[in-house]
């Protein structure tokens, strides 16, 4: 008992990158950014989303000094960024690096050079030059296309050299800037697992922003959900998947959120959702799910994923339910996190605080038998 006290008091590791009470106005009057704080841990994929206009870009280039906060504080490592200059300010834009959107490759440039420009601007040596290149161009499996120029290469290709740019001059904070919107979906799949296999490789700790869920569900760790430049929740990603607490965020996740709501069930049935959020560790086994109800249950639609190793979604199940309403939820809250009874429009019911915690809402469903 007097180690787990010990170990309760030590100090968390100090973030990586902390931000504390940052805004930003510009020039022309708009409040990109209002009172953002926030840290990002060392060694993460970190994900920033929201809407067009939400912030995302502006955050994204504080983080290397392509911004200022017109208040507040960005910090990297113990640094407060916002006062270093000359000598002190290249040093820390070698340390921090960006991929972006549109590649931003030199047409007249093979592979190979696009690569190394970075250290040759910065003089480094000819011989030093090739063998980090010819290192890079493996890791992101351009050995072939080394004399290739960017013309001759497809979206997928471009983003590599990109990426193994930003890489040369080996950075600890990788910034990406809607780095798979320009591309297809196979593109952006092996874009993903590069990055994730770069930062599980190198421990480099990476920040992106997106304005797709499916990004951020494929590769972070957490994330930041931004609205109108205020932060309007953010957490690990199969927390703020599995319970959305802002409108925003509901919004972005879409499809997770609805599904199927014109499906009915026969008479006799009552249609219930199961939602599960992760919180409490509970899988969706329908084996257990009809045992559990102890009536006739047919599965209608399953809208699941896994995230992080928790079961996120719902399934929308009709059962065969004859007795009364009370008791099909005494049963049912057993088994997800939260339940949905439709097609009544009778108040909500008081939980047994005995039990496991579970919400329960009753939601009327047109067209469904009463």
């Keep these: 008992m007097e180690q787990d006290n010990t170990m309760s008091t030590q100090a968390a590791p100090q973030p990586h990158i902390r931000l504390e009470q940052v805004c930003k106005r ?17 060694g993460e994929v970190f994900g920033i989303i929201g809407r067009s206009g939400a912030g995302k870009s502006s955050l994204l280039r504080m983080l290397n000094v392509l911004e200022t906060p017109s ?7 113990t640094d407060d960024i916002g006062n270093l200059d000359g000598l002190a300010l290249r040093s820390l834009r070698r340390r921090v690096s960006m991929i972006f959107q549109h590649f931003n490759l030199m047409a007249t440039r093979t592979v190979a050079q696009n690569i190394a420009l970075p250290l040759r601007m910065a003089g480094v040596s000819r011989e030093e030059q090739s063998r980090r290149v010819d290192e890079l161009l493996q890791l992101v499996g351009l050995e072939a296309r080394r004399d290739a120029y960017p013309a001759q290469l497809s979206g997928g290709q471009k983003q590599r050299v ?13 910034l990406c800037d809607e780095a798979t919107s320009a591309l297809d979906p196979e593109s952006t799949q092996a ?28 590769i972070c760790d957490r994330v930041v959900v931004l609205e109108q430049g205020e932060i309007a ?27 199927h709501d ?16 992760g919180r ?22 399953a809208s699941l994923d896994r995230i992080q190793g928790y079961a996120i979604g719902r399934l929308r199940l009709a059962v065969q339910w004859h007795l009364n309403e009370d008791a099909l939820l005494e049963r049912a809250t057993r088994l997800a996190d939260r339940v949905e009874v439709l097609g009544t429009k009778r108040p909500q019911i008081a939980v047994d605080p005995h039990r496991r915690p579970a919400a329960i809402q ?4 047109q067209g469904v038998e009463t």
């Design 26 to 42: 510009y020039p022309n009057g708009v409040e990109a950014l209002r009172g953002i704080d926030m840290h990002i841990r060392r």
């Design 362 to 365: 009753k939601l009327p469903l």
């Design 280 to 301: 409490n560790g509970l899988e969706p086994d329908l084996a257990a799910i009809g045992r559990g109800l102890g009536a006739p249950t047919r599965l209608l639609h």
């Design 191 to 218: 874009i993903l697992q590069l990055l994730r296999d770069i930062n599980r490789r190198f421990g480099l700790t990476i920040v992106l922003i997106t304005h797709e869920m499916g990004v951020i569900r494929e």
């Design 162 to 174: 990109g990426i193994a740019r930003a890489l040369v001059l080996q950075p600890q904070i990788l």
């Design 262 to 277: 014109d499906l009915s069930g026969n008479s006799g049935e009552r249609l219930i959702d199961l939602h599960y959020s």
């Design 233 to 259: 929740e953010q957490g690990e990603v199969w927390q703020v998947f599995g319970e959305p607490r802002s409108a925003v965020t509901r919004t972005l996740l879409g499809t997770l959120e609805h599904a």
């Design 71 to 77: 208040s507040g504080k960005v910090f990297i490592d």
